[in-house]
């Protein structure tokens, strides 16, 4: 998801409002496409976060601290040494392109006052920090563009600025209102989303198709459209353009249905309808701080999480091979009666069979038709012997089906206990959560190399919320965790839920001894949806009973457990009431 001008437009308001002639008071460079300015306010420290990354560049203040390196980069020294102490007084967005200067007054190195310039270039792979003086020349960049990279536009210390070659568009807030909207409808794009890219200046796709979904519930909306149609084009633009230039934006950000950071805007999404949660932001800083804090979050721990999946799937793997295995012993016990009846219709025909027969034939009385059918003989073997020997085989066939069905329960148990793993590690937050999973693989023989499992210094807790009706509900974030809760922490007559026959968290509702109103079981349950593997289906069986019906099996995996006398409801999972009701 990328930062479109008209958000820059209104990141740029905040930040006038807050860091315009304030000082600098520090300067970090955390990674190399990373840079922080601090700021000295009355308000106390404010920090300007610029990132230049290709996947994520971005301009907004921040309110965490970012580890820095122990020896700042060269880029970082030669920015303190130009603006270390210096007073921002002003920043520019050019048009509604993704492009904003921050000037600077500082004093150089024999006190004569200096102005500076740092250009910040929001353009994906192609972005970039500028320092430039008073005269529009390149002093520096975060990175350099040679002559032989772009013959065209070259970034290098000693040459003109110049602004990036952009396509000429409209800008929905200063040009003329109706030759936006003519524009919009006679373009040459056959559809009204992509019209609206190719004329409206610093929009982005999730806008257009916003607007189109407005229009008509369609967010591939074609032309022509009708009267009704272009009113409401109309209106909606209009009404856009009134919130931004008011400040008075709709700040969302759209979450998927694993909880994860899918889009922002300034405007109010409405096209992912019940599909997806959205949670409103105060500021445009903080709706991109919160954005991708939770997404780089997620993609941290996604890669931490890499090799407990590893360890997961080469136990999953080996489960699926064991019962494969015994199914395939299964099928062949089958036959095991057969070779009972055989055995069975030798004794009682051994007067007919000589030593060293190779067949005797005999009336099947275990057939409804009588039929007489041959037998095959061991000619080595008497007919005692012969006789024995299929029940032998009768006999093996038996232990062999009972160990089967024994190891393909086990593997099965086993398959559900990874399952439940897995599904721990797609909802892990925090390294705790995934510290909490790799003790719990290590408890149960998964994980043989202890120097591989790292101590926590604090025991993590699990998911805390508060009903409507003020009861507090409890959410296990791994097995270890939903032991405790079910087995130690709840009382007998607190209420236990969990989606039925998928993995999940285990939930707790707190009574105290009350009668607890439907309200809050019923957002309990959507809990217990939320935090389990069901959490993307558009209904979920949720089973609720008394802990007092819940018990653990004698050796039983951790968060694995057997209850009767229960209730089911079926809920909707909704990420947008699960936050709403969580204790931070």
């Known amino acids: 998801m990328s930062l479109d001008g008209v958000l820059l437009h209104l990141i740029k308001n905040q930040l006038l409002e807050d860091l315009v002639l304030q000082r600098v008071d520090k300067i970090y460079q955390p990674s190399k496409h990373e840079v922080v300015i601090q700021f000295k306010t009355k308000q106390g420290t404010k920090k300007l976060y610029i990132n230049t990354t290709g996947d994520s560049p971005r301009v907004h203040m921040i309110d965490k601290t970012i580890q820095n390196p122990k020896s700042p980069p060269m880029f970082c020294l030669l920015l303190r040494k130009l603006i270390s102490s210096g007073k921002l007084i002003d920043i520019k967005q050019h048009n509604l392109d993704r492009i904003l200067i921050f000037e600077f007054i500082s004093t150089n190195e024999i006190g004569d006052m200096q102005n500076i310039n740092i250009i910040i270039e929001i353009m994906g792979r192609h972005s970039n920090l500028i320092i430039t003086d008073s005269e529009n020349k390149v002093i520096d960049s975060i990175k350099r563009i040679s002559i032989e990279t772009s013959s065209i536009r070259p970034i290098l210390p000693g040459i003109l600025y110049h602004l990036p070659p952009m396509k000429q568009k409209l800008n929905l807030?200063?040009?003329?209102?109706?030759?936006?909207?003519?524009?919009?409808?006679?373009?040459?794009?056959?559809?009204?989303?992509?019209?609206?890219?190719?004329?409206?200046?610093?929009?982005?796709?999730?806008f257009s198709r916003e607007i189109c979904f407005y229009i008509s519930s369609d967010t591939n909306l074609s032309k022509p459209i009708n009267q009704d149609q272009k009113d409401r084009l109309i209106f909606i633009l209009g009404k856009i353009k009134k919130d931004i230039?008011?400040?008075?934006?709709?700040?969302?950000?759209?979450?998927?249905?694993?909880?994860?950071?899918?889009?922002?805007?300034?405007?109010?999404?409405?096209?992912?309808?019940?599909?997806?949660?959205?949670?409103?932001?105060?500021?445009p800083c903080l709706l991109l701080d919160t954005f991708f804090e939770r997404k780089e979050n997620l993609n941290r721990i996604k890669q931490k999480a890499d090799n407990i999946i590893k360890i997961v799937l080469k136990y999953t793997n080996r489960a699926s091979k064991r019962i494969k295995i015994q199914q395939d012993n299964l099928e062949k016990s089958k036959d095991k009666e057969k070779l009972k009846s055989i055995g069975e219709l030798i004794t009682a025909n051994i007067y007919k069979i000589k030593y060293g027969d190779e067949y005797v034939k005999v009336q099947n009385y275990f057939s409804d038709d009588l039929e007489e059918i041959d037998i095959k003989l061991d000619t080595k073997l008497s007919p005692s012997k012969n006789a024995q020997y299929y029940f032998n085989k009768y006999r093996k066939l038996i232990t062999s089906e009972n160990i089967a069905i024994k190891i393909i329960k086990q593997s099965e148990d086993e398959l559900k206990y990874l399952d439940s793993i897995f599904d721990s590690i797609v909802r892990s937050d925090t390294d705790n959560d995934l510290l909490d999973i790799t003790q719990e693989l290590s408890d149960v023989g998964y994980i043989k190399n202890k120097s591989k499992v790292i101590k926590k210094s604090k025991i993590s807790e699990p998911k805390k919320y508060i009903s409507s009706d003020g009861y507090t509900i409890l959410c296990g974030k791994n097995?270890?965790?939903n032991d405790m809760l079910t087995t130690k922490k709840a009382a007998k007559n607190d209420i236990w839920l969990h989606t039925q026959n998928i993995p999940g968290s285990h939930v707790i509702i707190i009574t105290n001894g009350t009668t607890v109103p439907n309200s809050t079981i019923e957002?309990?349950?959507?809990?217990?949806?939320?935090?389990?593997?069901?959490?993307n289906q558009s209904l979920v069986a949720v089973d609720y009973t008394h802990i007092k019906n819940v018990k653990k099996p004698k050796g039983a995996k951790p968060g694995m457990v057997i209850f009767d006398n229960y209730k089911t409801a079926f809920i909707k999972p909704n990420y947008e009431i699960c936050e709403s009701l969580k204790i931070i």
């Open 523 to 535: 957002q309990a349950c959507l809990i217990a949806s939320v935090n389990s593997k069901a959490n």
């Open 479 to 481: 097995n270890n965790q």
């Open 173 to 206: 807030l200063e040009d003329d209102f109706d030759t936006i909207i003519k524009q919009i409808l006679t373009s040459s794009e056959p559809y009204i989303s992509k019209s609206i890219l190719s004329v409206v200046d610093g929009v982005s796709p999730i």
């Open 245 to 283: 230039l008011n400040n008075n934006p709709t700040l969302n950000i759209i979450y998927d249905h694993e909880n994860s950071p899918k889009y922002f805007s300034f405007i109010d999404i409405l096209q992912y309808g019940v599909m997806f949660s959205k949670k409103n932001l105060q500021t």
